[in-house]
């Protein structure tokens, strides 16, 4: 008796956890989508972005290249950008995806100024 009051304790629990949960992810949902997300459909594919508020981002370009065609193939081009507080550091790899695979490039950018730059600035 005691594990079934127990057992339905438990479940009145989860599911008030679960309703609080879900009526605060429909609070913010909508603003993440409205100031940080956007897709928009294109003739040729789509243009996709995404900004978070630390300064990194996700641009994305879909294009169905030789439509209706043996050869049709969809082609991804595209950058994202990871920024690292603890070291200021920006990473930006650009990307293409298509029929022969996933080829990034990658670059690497401190966003501190150099000793000798502050020291040109200073005069």
Do not use: Q, W
């Not at 928009?40 to 209706?68: A, C, D, H, Q, W």
């Not at 550091?89 to 100024?113: C, F, H, S, V, W």
Request: no cysteine.
């Amino acid at each position: 008796m005691v594990s079934a009051k127990l057992f339905l304790v438990a479940a009145i629990v989860a599911t008030l956890t679960f309703t609080v949960n879900a009526g605060l992810l429909d609070k913010i949902y909508p603003t993440v989508m409205e100031k940080f997300y956007s897709l928009v459909p294109t003739k040729e594919g789509y243009r996709f972005n995404l900004e978070e508020p630390n300064g990194s981002k996700r641009e994305e370009i879909g294009v169905v290249m030789n439509p209706g065609t043996k050869d049709e193939e969809l082609v991804i081009m595209g950058t994202y950008t990871v920024y690292d507080e603890k070291t200021d550091t920006e990473t930006i790899t650009m990307y293409t995806a298509d029929k022969d695979g996933y080829k990034p490039r990658y670059m690497i950018k401190n966003r501190k100024l150099s000793p000798g730059a502050l020291k040109s600035a200073a005069g």
